[in-house]
């Protein structure tokens, strides 16, 4: 993806999102990153000067689209990069209705929901959308249930975007990184009541690598599933 790309980024105030935020500004690429608030814009448009934000709150499907028709929203969109994510860890037995709906919300529903908004830029650039989904989107273990569910649908959406928007020339990534270094992984750790050594677990950096790879992957190729385990 030569040149002045655009790539609209969810998550890109920490971990992997502001890896991929990071090597994509330090490039020249132009950015328009998803805050859930103002606040939170602000604090990304200081980070990265130059960048455009955009603001909606992913637990809200619903009100996307009301809130995106209030903001000038970018022409062109070359790239879509799913990598914001929530995770709330226990067992079928004492998960809520709202634990589910929480992460079904943000980690299926909204990315659902802002592909559907940003696909006709998408067509026009024969652009690439990225869902960054977990090692828990091809396995469920115990206590993960409503995160595993909501990235075994994640994985469900990107396979059936692919083969819709094939012939549109939109190509669809899936990743799938182990556990990675990252506050989500710390809150993780947290929740399962074990010690969080960073160090054994893979740099957000290196996934950030791997969706380069695939971002900058000549036309004539196109990777469908990418799964980055800890090297350690």
């Known amino acids: 993806m030569a040149g002045m790309a655009t790539h609209l980024i969810t998550g890109a105030g920490s971990g992997i ?13 132009d950015l328009v990153l998803h805050a859930r608030d103002a606040a939170r814009a602000k604090e990304l448009a200081a980070q990265f000067p130059g960048a455009r934000t955009l603001v909606g709150d992913l637990a809200d499907p619903d009100k996307l689209s009301w809130a995106f028709s209030h903001q000038s929203l970018p022409d062109r969109v070359d790239s879509l990069l799913h990598i914001a994510g929530v995770v709330d860890l226990g067992p079928v037995g004492d998960l809520t209705p709202k634990a589910w709906r929480h992460q079904l919300n943000v980690n299926l529903i909204s990315p659902a929901e802002l592909t559907r908004h940003f696909l006709p830029q998408l067509r026009v650039a024969r652009g690439h959308v990225i869902f960054v989904n977990s090692g828990a989107g091809l396995r469920a273990s115990a206590e993960w249930s409503a995160y595993a569910a909501s990235k075994h649908g994640l994985k469900a959406l990107a396979d059936s975007l692919r083969n819709e928007e094939h012939d549109n ?59 980055v385990r800890p090297g350690n």
């Open 169 to 227: 020339g939109v190509r669809v990534t899936s990743v799938y990184p182990g556990r990675t270094a990252s506050p989500m992984q710390a809150k993780v750790h947290q929740q399962e009541g074990k010690a969080y050594d960073e160090s054994k677990w893979i740099d957000p950096e290196s996934v950030a690598t791997t969706i380069l790879m695939a971002l900058d992957l000549p036309r004539d190729a196109e990777v469908n599933d990418l799964t």
């Open 17 to 29: 999102g502001a890896a991929v935020a990071r090597r994509l500004h330090a490039r020249g690429d």
